[in-house]
């Protein structure tokens, strides 16, 4: 089984169980955790679920349902909010017609928001999966969008 | 250990190091308010109630901050009090904290510093939101919309309990307590120890059957032990009226510190076999009431052929009170003989690098033994080996079948301070285990008075005599024709019914004091907290009649 062979990969050692997670988490096409998945964790690091659960539901990168394929990270921290992040949360939410936290009906996008990129230079920012997009307006958001879903 | 000197508040006092500067106030005598703070816990610093000024910087919270050397602490100055009183407006207008619909108002740590404080109005205005309410539990129920989320219940359940069931979901407002992996109560792997009960500050936890019977204030609190089993818990029994309102663990128990199990807290509270208030006799198929004049009149026409068993669940006083009454024809019901003596105390078990737990799901029968060996075994202080050990499996990689008790006995022996944990052993399996010379032994007697059974010589034996006379709460005989069968005893069941001829009625529980011998061999008292009923024979009342007879 492919999830036993992720487990493999590292020492059955607490210390590893973020990794862990967010291994078993790429590897599933909907970007997030199954119940199953902490289950996995918390045998093969010997952890209570409790513990297993209470990580995996306070970090912000874990989820505990399905995503979509472009994860959308939308900076709010102070410097991207005096410039407008606002203003682009909105686009966005417009745009895909869901609200943050949710995932557009065809998988594609799931809207999320993120604490600082570190990339305040160019605020407002926002990353989608690994890739950052800075100094964005309403329309260079839009047009990004669209070239996603174009599959560019 | 090395002193320390400092000031707080201006007074010059001289702690042990590695003491935090809440511990050091409080031998000076000075009071820092707290809420997330609990005496048995570690230092967990969520609440900030306790913030003090400590040097320069931020506040600090005084249960979470060591004392060094030269140190000068105000524990109250006009900003700490200022900085205190807005944590606590805080606190109050998240969540649901109108108290006059509280279980626990009148008896909450929140609700006396608000007093404390002089709040008289919300500060914040109060939150809306619903949080999820869970009432699956038998015994506790869980309202999220009265936690403040000081974590006592996750961090006693993990570090006292050892059952690791509850954590914290989520982060900051949204942060719920958690069961497992986000499960119901009843769905969880939840022993029922109640220790989150017992140590919840506010109303987010609390005691289903005791709820609004009555707060701490009304009722009388008796120090005694429990009698469930030979561990032997310090308890604190909450009586309002003639009634037990609820048991608690007491804290300052040498032998349990605090940590009760389900047998010993909720249990017998709801225990529900109907009660026997009356002896009765069966004539003719038929059962009267009679006197205990008569009862015991009809023991004395049978005594020259009657053999008596004792169950190890009776006091030490009835124990005596029947021996020497019917001497060398008085037996033990259940068996009292350990197949290894114990060579270990519950002491060993604090240090002890791996366990051996063999036959006995400790879970269900021995739960504070259970507390002590998994709140070392999950955070990895130590290891477990379970041999058919039942739900402690669970928790190890090294889990066997008897079958196996070789491969067993050698992972053990890779441990350098190993205790075997085990009540009654199969054949074969006994004598493979005491054979280890580098073993600590620990036997779980297998009622709570077995060791007094044993104290007094009294030996195990199956019942085939024609005249035979039961004492206990858990009586089951079979009968043949010509038989004569007595039941000194609590409970009147169908099944008892069906086989016996007399039934006697006996206290139980905190219905009479007596004298218990635990598994360490320590007498210790279980105290009367109720008065029984009228009719049941208490246990003076029962050992004057036996002399008479």
């Known amino acids: 089984m492919e999830k036993v062979r992720i487990l493999k990969r590292f020492e059955p050692r607490k210390e590893n169980l973020l990794s862990l997670l967010h291994a078993l988490q790429r590897s599933n096409p909907q970007n997030y ?120 | 250990m090395g002193k320390v000197r400092l000031k707080i508040d201006g007074k010059e006092i001289e702690v042990e190091e590695g003491k935090t500067i809440l511990e050091a106030a409080k031998e000076a005598g000075i009071e820092i308010p707290t809420l997330c703070y609990h005496e048995k816990l570690l230092p967990y610093g969520a609440c900030r109630m306790c913030v003090v000024e400590a040097g320069p910087g931020a506040l600090k919270p005084a249960c979470a901050t060591y004392v060094t050397d030269g140190m000068e602490v105000k524990t109250s100055t006009p900003e700490i009090q200022e900085v205190r009183m807005t944590v606590l407006q805080l606190l109050f207008g998240e969540r649901n904290h109108y108290c006059m619909y509280c279980e626990s108002s009148g008896n909450c740590e929140l609700q006396d510093l608000g ?45 006292l309990g050892g059952h690791f069931v509850l954590e ?159 001497g060398d024809r008085v037996f033990a019901l259940n068996e009292v003989n350990p197949p290894i003596p114990s060579t270990a105390t519950l002491k060993d078990l604090e240090d002890a690098d791996t366990y051996l737990v063999v036959g006995v799901d400790l879970n269900e029968r021995y739960g504070v033994v259970g507390s002590m060996i998994k709140r070392r075994v999950v955070p990895q202080n130590a290891r477990l080996i379970a041999v058919e050990a039942g739900s402690l499996s669970g928790i190890t990689d090294f889990s066997y079948e008897y079958k196996d008790i070789d491969t067993a006995l050698g992972e053990a022996r890779k441990g350098e301070k190993v205790v075997a944990v085990y009540s009654s052993l199969p054949e074969g399996i006994s004598e493979r285990l005491e054979t280890e010379s580098g073993f600590k032994y620990l036997f779980l007697p297998y009622e709570a008075n077995t060791m007094a059974l044993k104290e007094l010589g009294i030996e195990h034996k199956v019942p085939q005599e024609k005249v035979k006379i039961y004492v206990g709460e858990n009586i089951s005989s079979a009968r043949s024709p010509g038989d004569f069968i007595v039941a000194f005893t609590p409970f009147e069941t ?42 049941v024979l208490t246990v003076e009342e029962i050992s004057s009649r036996l002399l008479k007879i």
């Open chain 1, 33 to 152: 955790l199954e119940e199953e998945d902490l289950k996995l964790a918390a045998n093969y690091l010997s952890l209570p679920l409790s513990f297993v659960s209470s990580v995996a539901t306070f970090y912000s990168m874990f989820s505990l349902k399905p995503r979509g394929k472009y994860i959308i990270r939308i900076c709010e921290s102070p410097p991207c909010h005096l410039v407008g992040a606002e203003s682009i949360i909105d686009t966005v939410s417009n745009f895909l017609g869901i609200k943050v936290g949710e995932t557009t009906p065809d998988g594609l996008f799931t809207l999320e928001l993120s604490s600082c990129l570190g990339v305040c230079g160019v605020a407002p920012a926002m990353m989608v999966n690994e890739e950052v997009y800075g100094n964005l307006t309403p329309e260079k958001v839009r047009s990004v969008l669209n070239d996603l879903r174009r599959g560019k």
């Open chain 2, 115 to 159: 007093y404390k404080f002089g709040l008289d109005h919300f500060e914040f205005p109060p939150y809306e939101d619903k949080y999820p309410v869970d009432v699956s539990h038998p015994y506790i129920l869980l309202d999220q919309n009265r936690c403040v989320l000081c974590r006592r219940c996750a961090r006693a359940c993990a570090e």
């Open chain 2, 168 to 326: 914290v979901k989520n982060r900051g407002y949204q942060s719920l307590i958690n069961i497992d992996l986000n499960n119901q109560f009843a769905q969880s792997s939840c022993v029922s120890c109640g220790l989150c009960v017992q140590v919840c500050p506010t109303g987010a936890l609390v005691d289903k059957r005791a709820s609004y019977l009555g707060r701490k204030e009304q009722a009388e609190v008796i120090k005694t032990n429990c009698d469930r089993c030979p561990v032997g818990c310090g308890i604190e029994v909450y009586r309002r009226a003639n009634f037990i309102l609820k048991v608690y663990g007491d804290w300052d128990s040498p032998i349990n510190q605090g940590v009760l199990c389900k047998n010993g807290r909720y249990l017998p509270l709801y225990e529900d076999r109907p009660r026997l208030n009356a002896p009765k006799l069966k004539e003719g198929g038929i059962w009267t009431q009679i006197s205990p004049e008569m009862a015991f009149k009809v023991i004395s026409e049978k005594k020259g052929a009657a053999t008596v068993f004792l169950e190890g669940s009776l006091p030490l006083e009835l124990l005596q009170a029947f021996k020497s009454a019917l």
């Open chain 2, 494 to 535: 169908p099944e008892l019914k069906s086989v016996a001829d007399l039934l006697i009625p006996i206290t139980w529980y905190l219905e009479d004091e007596g004298t218990f011998i635990t598994l360490e061999g320590k007498k210790v008292v279980r105290q009367r907290v109720v008065t029984p009923a009228e009719g």
